[in-house]
């Protein structure tokens, strides 16, 4: 399977530490950036009520232990 980026999830988030295990837990707000060419297929999703993002942890080194 091959992976295509489409865009850039952006967090306030500047350090592993920093960054909550459950997100819905944090007030921290995100934004999710799309790449301008990718733009178009975001057509119409005003009247979506969800919407999926797949998303890869490209800095990850093992996992923590808590």
Same mark, same amino acid.
Request: proline share 5%; charged share 25%.
């Given at each position: 399977? #091959?992976?295509? &980026? $489409? *865009?850039?999830? @952006?967090?306030? =988030?500047?350090?592993?530490? #920093?960054?909550? $295990? &459950?997100?819905?837990? +944090?007030?921290? %707000? *995100? &934004?999710? !950036?799309?790449?301008? !060419?990718? !733009? #178009?297929? /975001?057509?119409?999703? !005003?009247? =979506? +009520?969800? %919407?999926? /993002? /797949?998303?890869?942890? @490209?800095? +990850? #080194?093992?996992?923590? +232990?808590?």
């Amino acid at each position: 399977m #091959e992976i295509k &980026q $489409i *865009g850039i999830i @952006h967090t306030p =988030f500047k350090t592993r530490a #920093e960054t909550p $295990i &459950q997100p819905f837990r +944090s007030k921290a %707000i *995100g &934004q999710v !950036e799309v790449f301008k !060419e990718y !733009e #178009e297929g /975001l057509t119409d999703i !005003e009247g =979506f +009520s969800h %919407i999926i /993002l /797949l998303y890869n942890f @490209h800095k +990850s #080194e093992g996992y923590i +232990s808590w």
